[in-house]
């Protein structure tokens, strides 16, 4: 499937310590799952696998990644601004997306978001 230009994308970067790597599959999953019957069109997780250092900016250096962690790129497709919103608020009340019951496995003090209008998809 493929983003149009009337979609909407929820985009995220973090560090998660790379032992981590199976529990963060694991809340990525139920993550996804809650997010797609909210509305979302798909869900991405990208493990960092050619992250270079940066000298002045670089993914690494905006999350803080420490040694023993890796840097990972997300992104979730809504097909509006409207439909992402009434999702996200949806998502932050579901039980499944607790602490309790489905705590990040990195820390969410370094997680980079934003939303953004997609204007080309080729």
């Known amino acids: ?3 149009n230009v009337q979609s ?3 985009g995220f970067v ?3 310590p790379t032992t ?3 529990l963060f599959i694991e ?3 139920t993550a996804a799952i809650v997010f797609k019957e909210y509305g979302a069109l798909r869900v991405v997780e990208c493990w960092g696998d050619d992250v270079p250092e940066g000298e002045v900016t670089s993914f690494t250096m905006a999350v803080k990644r420490k040694d023993d962690e890796t840097v990972i790129f997300s992104w979730i497709e809504w097909p509006s601004r409207e439909a992402r919103d009434e999702g996200m608020a949806k ?3 579901d039980p499944r997306m607790q602490m309790d019951v489905n705590a ?3 820390d969410g003090k370094r997680v980079i978001f934003g939303g953004f209008k997609s204007i080309l998809d080729e």
């Open 20 to 22: 981590n790597k199976k």
């Open 104 to 106: 990040m496995p990195f």
């Open 91 to 93: 998502v932050m009340q």
């Open 14 to 16: 973090a560090a998660v």
């Open 8 to 10: 909407y994308i929820d």
């Open 1 to 3: 499937m493929s983003a």
């Open 27 to 29: 809340h990525a999953r």
